[in-house]
Nanobody, 122 residues
Framework: QVRLAESGGGLVQTGGTLRLSCAAA????????MAWLRQAPGKEREFVAQ????????MYADSAKGRFTISRDDTKNMLYLQMNSLKPEDTAVYYC???????????????WGQGTQVTVSS
């Protein structure tokens, strides 16, 4: 059974940093696609960042470019999201997601974590 488990969320002030982690169990996604998405209260879930393929090609939402960095450690089956210069509008539940295929699609993942709350105070 595949399981994704996020950690690292919390409360941080504007301009602060957080590092989210996602532990994958049950299979590896080193040749697939892994991503971070988020959902703020009253809003639809939105794409944040993606890393895909053996080469680790990365892609970011405009809101994340220059501030967030997605990475993975295939030896540990882990996915990370380093978030710098956080803003109140980054407040959301952050989800780890994965699929076995390699695609630039930012939606429709096969597996999802339960989410971790990130709150940025002004």
């Amino acid at each position: 059974q595949v399981r994704l488990a996020e950690s690292g969320g919390g409360l941080v002030q504007t301009g602060g940093t957080l590092r989210l982690s996602c532990a994958a169990a049950g299979r590896t996604f080193s040749s697939g696609t892994m991503a971070w998405l988020r959902q703020a209260p009253g809003k639809e879930r939105e794409f944040v960042a993606q890393i895909r393929g053996a080469s680790g090609f990365t892609m970011y939402a405009d809101s994340a470019k220059g501030r967030f960095t997605i990475s993975r450690d295939d030896t540990k089956n882990m996915l990370y999201l380093q978030m710098n210069s956080l803003k109140p509008e980054d407040t959301a539940v952050y989800y780890c997601a994965a699929r076995t295929s390699v695609s630039a699609r930012t939606d429709r993942y096969d597996y999802w974590g339960q989410g971790t709350q990130v709150t940025v105070s002004s």
